[in-house]
């Protein structure tokens, strides 16, 4: 379930996933103009001109069942990338192989990195995250998912302390962000798509689409309820819940009523300016891949090779 694939490229395969990244000129598209349609104008843009702060987190499971092989060396790689092109001075690293206990990438670590990054963030200042290791998923207990699970990482520790759900991520790195503050977040890893929990996904196809459909959430949540009143014996709960799938407010037709899609834009809105790479969708899977011999996330290889 959280294994990331292991393959082996050779260089025109390379060339050829760099040569149609470059094509894809994204940065040429007018988002603005839909962000500002969709009410998205709240959002106010980095200057860029403050502080600069990075954390970066690669993960290889060493000795254990699910080791990975490459995820050190893309914090090595993409860390070398952002401090010496970009300028990033002031960063913390948390990777299995260091020695010091407060460096391991444990649950505990990584949200108290996040904290780090965020902490006295403002206006003007440019943060950088970096995920470099498992992902999985868990069953949505709040329901706010449209396949009722959360896109987690998985930290160094996750069969003791447990996966780092979405919605946690979203409290630790984008909630206490001010308006003007620039985050980048790159997150090599399986079905972490959504793992933000921002109110925009924008494919490499050039379409921009609202995360959650909220047809298919609302649906889950009145048939959830609907069994939870069958198991009980709760026919207040069997009625409401009866009610709330066929009075209408549901369109089973197909996509969910603009009113719906602008709730849930609203709900994932922040005044940050935020802006996540994944390597896959939430129903995906990410490649450990071996480049040029050595170990490598397919997504941090590209994001080097690109910039």
Not at 248 to 267: H, L, M, P, W
Request: glycine share 8%.
């Amino acid at each position: 379930m959280w294994n990331r694939h292991n393959f082996n490229p050779n260089q025109n395969v390379v060339n050829e996933v760099e040569k149609k990244i470059r094509e894809k000129n994204l940065w040429t598209r007018d988002l603005d103009k839909f962000y500002r349609e969709k009410g998205g104008d709240r959002c106010v843009r980095s200057t860029l001109t403050g502080n600069k702060k990075a954390l970066f987190i690669g993960i290889n499971y060493t000795g254990t069942k699910a080791e990975l092989k490459g995820c050190i060396n893309d914090v090595k790689n993409v860390s070398q990338l952002i401090c010496s092109k970009y300028g990033f001075n002031n960063c913390l690293y948390l990777t299995d192989e260091q020695t010091d206990p407060n460096m391991k990438p444990t649950y505990n670590n990584i949200i108290e990195g996040m904290k780090w990054l965020v902490q006295g963030a403002k206006s003007g200042d440019s943060l950088f995250f970096h995920y470099s290791g498992h992902g999985a998923t868990a069953r949505d207990d709040e329901s706010d998912e449209i396949d009722g699970y959360d896109e987690t990482i998985l930290p160094l520790d996750y069969e003791k302390n447990g996966q780092i759900i979405d919605d946690v991520i979203y409290e630790n790195l984008v909630q206490p962000l001010p308006k003007g503050c620039r985050l980048t977040a790159i997150f090599d890893s399986c079905h972490s798509g959504t793992v933000l929990d921002l109110p925009y996904t924008y494919q490499c196809d050039g379409q921009v689409e609202v995360i959650e459909n909220d047809v298919r959430k609302e649906i889950f949540k009145k048939a959830f309820s609907l069994l939870g009143g069958f198991m009980t014996g709760d026919q207040s709960m069997i009625a409401s819940s009866l009610l709330g799938l066929f009075d209408g407010s549901i369109n089973f037709a197909g996509a969910s009523s603009n009113a719906n899609n602008q709730q849930t834009i609203d709900k994932r809105k922040h005044d940050a300016d935020v802006i996540q790479f994944s390597g896959c969708r939430d129903n995906q899977t990410s490649a450990d891949a071996k480049i040029n011999n050595e170990s490598t996330g397919a997504m941090s290889y590209a994001i080097v090779q690109v910039l």
